[in-house]
């Protein structure tokens, strides 16, 4: 057993709390008085008492980041789906040779194209606005699905153009396309298995 120091006569020794053996509620004697030592509160707890301002700031960090994500995928969305739904002959020419040689009204298998070009303008330029709005949501579920839905649709999005890309017959320039949708697709993603749940919250507001 350990043993106790010694005090000067007529002095008595008070028994300190040890901070090993807080939690049984054993009374031990200390060498060391560098350091308070406190009564009843193991050191994990207090090891997270610390490290609580930390983590929660961290925390509102990155839900600043997922709400500037949504504000760069808004912009974009709108630019890109304004683009396609007005001037599906350009956009195409991201991706395939363009031989249309009717002008702005082709006929045939061009017009079937621009069409489908025209309609996936319509779903992301609405897309914009949904993410738009999701900034101003305080559902942190909502928030959550939204997230996990972008961070799928682009990782398939990513896989399709990559393929088409390596398979051959796509022009160079549709490799920003596949660098754009790899990218969302990683970004949205890291909210998915990376962050708490927490970080789907409005910033300033905490679970109680």
């Not at 991706?95 to 702005?104: A, S």
């Not at 992301?124 to 949501?137: K, N």
Request: net charge positive; glycine share 8%.
């Amino acid at each position: 057993a350990p043993r106790a120091a010694r005090s000067p006569p007529g002095r008595a020794t008070a028994a300190r709390p040890c901070i090993l053996s807080a939690p049984c509620g054993r009374r031990c004697f200390s060498k060391s008085r560098a350091l308070p030592l406190l009564s009843g509160v193991p050191p994990p707890a207090l090891a997270t008492a610390a490290l609580e301002p930390a983590m929660r700031t961290i925390n509102t960090s990155a839900k600043f980041r997922l709400d500037t994500l949504f504000l760069i995928h808004s912009v974009v969305a709108w630019a890109s789906g304004a683009f396609a739904f007005l001037l599906p002959h350009v956009f195409e020419a991201f991706m395939v040779p363009h031989t249309d040689t009717e002008g702005w009204h082709p006929g045939g298998s061009e017009k079937i194209v621009h069409l489908v070009v025209r309609l996936y303008g319509a779903i992301i330029l609405a897309q914009g606005f949904i993410t738009w709005t999701a900034r101003s949501v305080g559902d942190g579920a909502m928030r959550k699905g939204l997230v996990q839905t972008y961070a799928l649709m682009f990782a398939l999005t990513f896989i399709a153009l990559l393929r088409a890309q390596l398979t051959g017959g796509m022009l160079a320039l549709n490799w920003l396309n596949v660098f754009m949708f790899g990218a969302l697709s990683g970004f949205y993603s890291w909210f998915v298995f990376v962050q708490p749940p927490t970080v789907y919250e409005l910033p300033g507001r905490t679970t109680a």
